[in-house]
């Protein structure tokens, strides 16, 4: 087994997330990019390409972000799941890729203080949903329990109880979506510093190159 066929079985054990399709369409293109360069040396490969498992999270960033731009299509808010995926793959990929650590490490702070946000917002919401219930559930019980020996004051509470019921119905469904945003928001900044990144890489390739 030569260079570019033990590195290019090494990066199959780490795309087996991706579909059969995925994984042999990239699998395919690095492998003709090996040899059309001319590398045949494996230290060589991975001087130019990252270690297999190197380039498997930066591979499986990628494909997290066309699945999630696709669902985003036509102004449509991508699943959490889906935003969530690219948030982690990207951080992954950042963290063992070889980009200048310099830049890496700028890069992380900005997505973990993102994420501190996003965090604590969803956190808020769901603290005030919780609250919602449980002060629901404290007025209907209230107001059930005193309507037979104190019928205006069990009907007051119990009315304030489905009034805060009706309230809770409404916040349930707004609560989602804002969260739903929110993850498509960091991911949308964990793509673009992503984006950036691999482009200063480029870029710091090709002075290398010319070098």
Known sequence: MDARQKYITELEKYLKSLTVTERTNALDFYNEYIEDAGYDDYQEIVKELGTPR???????ADYSI???????????????????????????????????????????????AALAAVFGISVG????????????????????????????????????????LGLLLICIPIGYWVIRWLAQAIANLSKYIYQKLLQRRTNHHEKDVQN
């Open 125 to 164: 919401i769901l603290g005030t949903l919780l609250g919602l219930v449980f002060a629901t559930g404290v007025l209907l019980y209230t107001g059930i329990g005193v309507i037979a020996t104190a019928p205006m004051t069990g009907i007051f509470y119990s009315g304030a109880g489905i009034a805060l």
């Open 66 to 112: 066309k699945a999630n731009d696709k669902e985003t299509q036509e102004g449509h808010v991508a699943s959490t799941k889906s935003s969530w995926r690219v948030f982690w793959l990207i951080i992954i990929a950042i963290i063992t890729s070889p980009i200048t650590f310099a830049l890496s490490l700028g890069a992380l702070g900005v997505l973990v």
């Open 54 to 60: 190197q380039l498997s999270n930066q591979i499986l």
